[in-house]
């Protein structure tokens, strides 16, 4: 089962930060938050990972509340090209036999 | 650097038949998972091949079984075949003992039809 909450849909401007929101209450000490994208017909795409600091990358930035239970995945300047379900799981890491185990996500639609 | 490759892109069987899905991972993966996708939702865990054994699996029932070869490759075998396999498959490949991001790469998918 699901361990995150995420808006189903969100609109973002072209050329503005999109900040898309997740809720993991019960997360525990060593899991860490992963964000995934999946661009309609494609496979889903690593975007960033992190377990208490915030992270960034060229694509993104992931932003940890101090208590651990819920976070925010940053595009800082969203284009078309971005347009993607969003998926922020919870998971040990990803070594031995651990997975990843996917919600609905957040489906953004970047305006022009 | 392919990336992984899965095949066939597309497929339509009809229900009782048998399908073989095939994978090829990322070059240095040594990891395999299977994840099934269906319409509106997000993927869902199947299984997972480590040196040629399932090491993990989801709740899915035993007409789902794979393989894994010593080239690291895989393949998903669903037997007798109903209208609710029909979805997007997902193959995923990781690296089991060298330290990087810790991420999955995934495939495009194989999008099976149960007619």
């Known amino acids: 089962d699901a361990k995150t909450t995420q808006p189903p849909s969100m609109d973002c401007a072209e050329g503005r930060a999109a900040n898309l929101p997740c809720n993991h209450s019960?997360?525990?000490?060593?899991?860490?938050v992963y964000w995934y994208r999946q661009i309609h017909s494609q496979g889903p795409q690593y975007i960033i990972h992190?377990?208490?600091n915030n992270e960034t990358n060229e694509m993104a930035s992931l932003i940890i509340t101090e208590d651990r239970k819920s976070s925010t995945l940053i595009l800082p300047h969203a284009t078309l090209r971005d347009t993607a379900v969003y998926y922020c799981?919870?998971?040990?890491?990803?070594?031995?036999?651990?997975?990843?185990?996917f919600g609905t996500g957040t489906r953004l639609t970047v305006i022009p | 650097d392919a990336g992984v490759t899965q095949s066939p892109t597309h497929l339509i069987k009809t229900r009782g038949q048998q399908v073989t899905l095939r994978c090829s991972p990322k070059?240095?993966?040594?990891?395999v998972s299977w994840y099934q996708q269906a319409l509106g939702q997000g993927p869902q865990f199947i299984f997972q091949?480590?040196?040629?054994?399932?090491?993990q699996r989801g709740n899915f029932p035993d007409r789902f079984s794979g393989h894994q070869f010593p080239n690291y490759s895989s393949e998903l075998n669903v037997n007798a075949l109903l209208l609710g396999d029909s979805a997007l498959y997902l193959c995923?490949?990781?690296?089991?003992?060298?330290?990087?991001?810790?991420?999955?790469?995934f495939g495009p998918g194989t999008r099976l039809t149960v007619l």
């Open positions: 992190g377990l208490k």
């Open positions: 995923a490949s990781s690296s089991e003992g060298i330290a990087r991001r810790n991420e999955q790469f």
């Open positions: 091949y480590y040196e040629e054994e399932e090491r």
């Open positions: 070059s240095g993966h040594d990891t």
């Open positions: 799981i919870v998971s040990l890491l990803l070594t031995g036999a651990n997975n990843l185990f």
């Open positions: 019960t997360i525990s000490g060593n899991e860490y």
